[in-house]
């Protein structure tokens, strides 16, 4: 089937395009992206005035909890979460149990999301077997299985040994190491930034410099192995510093930076509900000196990639004493607004940008299809409708969790609907999208 959209304003800074286009899709590939482009039998949709077509953007930081933990979201839920929020493609963690450390676990995954038949999803291994930190997990055979990258995500990279080896490893297969930086002897039982406020409420810190000590090893090892080391998650200013003097040194290091981690601060620890678990996130939420600089970073390039951590968590698991409720929030259908809202609209960065850091990066960096509208590229298609009011209501989410802090925040912008391989799977019921 040909479909063409008309008319609409075509961000694809990977093209170098920023105006008024027309998409034509022949069946799951892009055929041709200009103007005038004649209709050649293909059915004609008229992007209304205002919304934006856009390479499908790529969430690479998800966890879809199965197989193991299923009460708290499936492959399928999850993907129906990814659609909803206007991502094409996920890249899901490998702390699921088991561990997503072997063929079997990754081969479930995609069979998993096959059967869906929404969002692609990418898995990404273990470094370590079992994420024990112990041993190497089977490059190779996870490579072969359909894995795009390595990580003990939840964990650190045990030891610097073990992460040289993942880092030589890796680049014999051209793959990203994802670190989460975290000293865990500095970490401790840490459940909040180290700070004043943790310390007024009696919660036990956890400093930013554990999170940049462990940046600055693996920068270091990726520096000395020719290997590609990716930050994840950050949220501490040494950090990014860490990151920018690698780069400025020819370092395989790209990063990610989060959505609350640019807008939430640990006041929220205290305002407006004292011990909300929905605050409660590994990394922790940082002081303003922290989102001032991931900020800084996203503005200047020194960030590559936005992503969202989608922490799915039950209700009851959440619903306990701060101290004993997991670390992580829902991310998927609120990181599109919150991007548009909080630095599109506030004048940070271009939609051009954006596309950048939710598209053609993720896309680069794990070496998948997409983040461009050339022809002959997967058709999938993520349309904005920048000016959207959106207010964001947990009991609405499509996730099979609801566990986010932004419930009753209001934004400007969100999702007009998302294509994946030239089929609509998600139509935003508040945009006529002509779809």
Request: glycine residues 10%.
């Amino acid at each position: 089937m040909k479909r063409l959209l008309r008319g609409g304003r075509v961000v694809d800074p990977a093209n170098g395009k920023d105006g008024i286009f027309d998409v034509l899709i022949d069946g799951d590939r892009i055929a041709e992206v200009g103007t005038g482009l004649k209709a050649d039998g293909a059915e004609i949709v008229n992007v209304p005035a205002g919304l934006i077509v856009c390479p499908g953007f790529i969430d690479m930081h998800v966890h879809l909890r199965e197989p193991g933990q299923e009460h708290k979201e499936t492959v399928a839920t999850g993907v129906a979460s990814a659609v909803a929020g206007g991502f094409t493609a996920v890249a899901c963690m490998p702390n699921t149990k088991p561990v997503n450390d072997n063929a079997g676990v990754t081969q479930l995954i995609l069979q998993k999301a096959k059967e869906a038949g929404l969002a692609r999803v990418y898995p990404i291994g273990a470094v370590s077997r079992g994420q024990k930190g112990e041993e190497l997990a089977d490059i190779a055979e996870l490579k072969e299985a359909g894995c795009v990258a390595v990580t003990d995500d939840g964990l650190p990279v045990a030891t610097a040994i073990l992460a040289r080896r993942a880092l030589e490893y890796t680049s014999m297969f051209n793959m990203p190491m994802i670190e989460h930086c975290e000293d865990q002897s500095l970490k401790g039982d840490g459940v909040a930034h180290e700070g004043p406020i943790a310390a007024s409420l009696g919660l036990r810190g956890i400093p930013g410099v554990a999170e940049a000590i462990t940046a600055g090893r693996d920068i270091l090892l990726a520096e000395m192995t020719g290997g590609h080391v990716h930050i994840a998650h950050m949220s501490a200013w040494p950090t990014i510093e860490a990151v920018r003097q690698g780069k400025s040194r020819g370092v395989k290091v790209t990063c990610e930076v989060c959505p609350h981690h640019f807008t939430l601060t640990d006041d929220l620890l205290q305002s407006p509900i004292a011990y909300d678990t929905n605050a409660k996130m590994n990394p922790p939420l940082r002081e303003q000196r922290d989102v001032d600089a991931m900020i800084a970073g996203i503005k200047d390039g020194t960030v590559d990639v936005i992503s969202t951590d989608h922490a799915p968590h039950h209700y009851d698991e959440k619903n306990v004493e701060f101290d004993r409720a997991p670390f992580g929030i829902v991310g998927l259908e609120t990181a599109i607004s919150i991007t548009l809202d909080k630095l599109v609209h506030a004048g940070v960065i271009g939609l051009p940008r954006m596309v950048e850091l939710m598209s053609v990066n993720p896309a680069k960096i794990l070496r998948v299809p997409g983040g461009t509208l050339s022809p002959g590229a997967p058709a999938d298609i993520t349309i904005l409708a920048p000016d959207l009011a959106v207010t964001i209501d947990k009991a609405k989410l499509v996730s099979k969790s609801k566990n986010t802090p932004y419930h009753g925040w209001s934004f400007k912008g969100g999702v007009a609907a998302t294509i994946v391989g030239g089929k609509v799977v998600y139509r935003n019921p508040k945009v006529e999208a002509g779809l």
